[in-house]
């Protein structure tokens, strides 16, 4: 009797060792949802016009519009924030004005580091485009695009931040969310640009940084040149967030309030 308590008593150890080891498992951090990677921006100093056209999809304009890209405006450069995690450095991304500021008009929850709030998504404003900085190379960086558009909603965070990127290292606050970048599909001379990543959404905040005038080789899908750029406000920091849709309100007729009282 006492050794088959004993043996029963040992498996049942064993068991519950097994179950700890897999909760164990279960708890340990996986891979985040979305790319941890932060940009700042840097301004060109020399912006010539040059509109392309081109078809583009998101989730806002699910049946895609015409757009025009007209100029080249900003260089978005990767950045530590607090030693955030940047997974590849050579990935970088334009800023291209867009000439249709498409209305939108839709309320979104906006989730990221700064915490989660209803924000109202405007109108369409500019893209991002994939590029390579310094690093020329035959095919553009597999990487999402981006529709970009004025957004409401989001108030900065109470704090500030220490940004480094391989130029140089500031302190900054972000202001009040100015913008939410959505991925989409792009078409531009019968090539199509599918989104690599559908989860990774980038909120925009404001901030006032200074800097010297760099001279980086910067190639996109648009342009290859050498560009003058520098930091001076405004500047922006794109945060990786996560958005959830809520629902559109849909007007029901008088007819359709009637027939329900009578159903």
């Given at each position: 009797m006492?050794?088959?308590?004993?043996?029963?008593l040992?498996?049942?150890?064993?068991?519950l060792?097994l179950?700890s080891?897999?909760?164990?498992a279960l708890?340990?951090?996986?891979p985040?949802?979305?790319?941890?990677t932060h940009?700042?921006?840097?301004h060109?100093?020399?912006?010539?016009p040059?509109?392309q056209?081109?078809?583009?999809?998101?989730?806002?304009?699910r049946?895609g519009?015409p757009?025009?890209?007209e100029?080249?405006?900003?260089?978005?450069?990767?950045?530590h924030?607090?030693n955030s995690?940047?997974?590849?450095?050579f990935?970088?991304?334009?800023w291209w004005?867009?000439l249709?500021k498409l209305?939108v008009?839709?309320?979104?929850?906006?989730?990221?580091?700064?915490g989660?709030?209803?924000?109202?998504?405007?109108?369409?404003?500019?893209?991002?485009v994939?590029?390579w900085?310094n690093?020329?190379q035959?095919?553009?960086?597999?990487?999402?695009?981006?529709l970009?558009?004025?957004?409401v909603?989001?108030?900065?965070p109470?704090q500030?931040y220490?940004?480094?990127?391989?130029w140089?290292?500031?302190?900054?606050f972000?202001?009040d969310?100015?913008?939410?970048c959505?991925?989409?599909?792009?078409?531009?001379?019968?090539?199509?640009?599918?989104p690599v990543d559908?989860?990774t959404h980038?909120?925009v905040y404001?901030i006032?940084?200074?800097s010297?005038?760099?001279?980086?080789l910067v190639a996109?899908?648009?342009?290859?040149?050498?560009?003058?750029?520098?930091?001076?406000?405004?500047?922006?920091l794109?945060?990786?967030s996560?958005?959830?849709?809520?629902?559109?309100?849909?007007r029901?007729s008088?007819?359709?309030?009637?027939k329900k009282?009578?159903?």
């Amino acid at each position: 009797m006492s050794k088959r308590l004993t043996s029963s008593l040992r498996g049942l150890l064993v068991l519950l060792g097994l179950v700890s080891i897999a909760s164990l498992a279960l708890a340990q951090p996986g891979p985040l949802p979305f790319d941890p990677t932060h940009y700042w921006t840097y301004h060109l100093l020399e912006q010539q016009p040059l509109p392309q056209p081109i078809f583009a999809k998101d989730q806002f304009f699910r049946q895609g519009v015409p757009l025009t890209v007209e100029r080249r405006e900003r260089l978005l450069n990767w950045v530590h924030k607090n030693n955030s995690a940047v997974p590849d450095t050579f990935i970088h991304y334009t800023w291209w004005n867009i000439l249709e500021k498409l209305p939108v008009n839709r309320q979104v929850i906006v989730s990221n580091q700064f915490g989660s709030y209803r924000a109202q998504v405007l109108n369409l404003e500019f893209m991002l485009v994939p590029a390579w900085k310094n690093q020329q190379q035959a095919v553009a960086p597999h990487a999402n695009h981006y529709l970009c558009y004025r957004a409401v909603g989001f108030p900065g965070p109470p704090q500030g931040y220490d940004l480094r990127d391989e130029w140089r290292v500031d302190y900054q606050f972000p202001h009040d969310m100015e913008y939410l970048c959505a991925p989409c599909l792009k078409q531009h001379q019968g090539l199509v640009f599918a989104p690599v990543d559908t989860v990774t959404h980038l909120a925009v905040y404001p901030i006032e940084p200074y800097s010297d005038v760099f001279y980086p080789l910067v190639a996109d899908q648009f342009l290859v040149r050498p560009e003058y750029v520098q930091q001076e406000p405004v500047e922006y920091l794109f945060v990786p967030s996560e958005k959830t849709d809520l629902p559109t309100r849909t007007r029901h007729s008088t007819w359709d309030r009637i027939k329900k009282l009578y159903r």
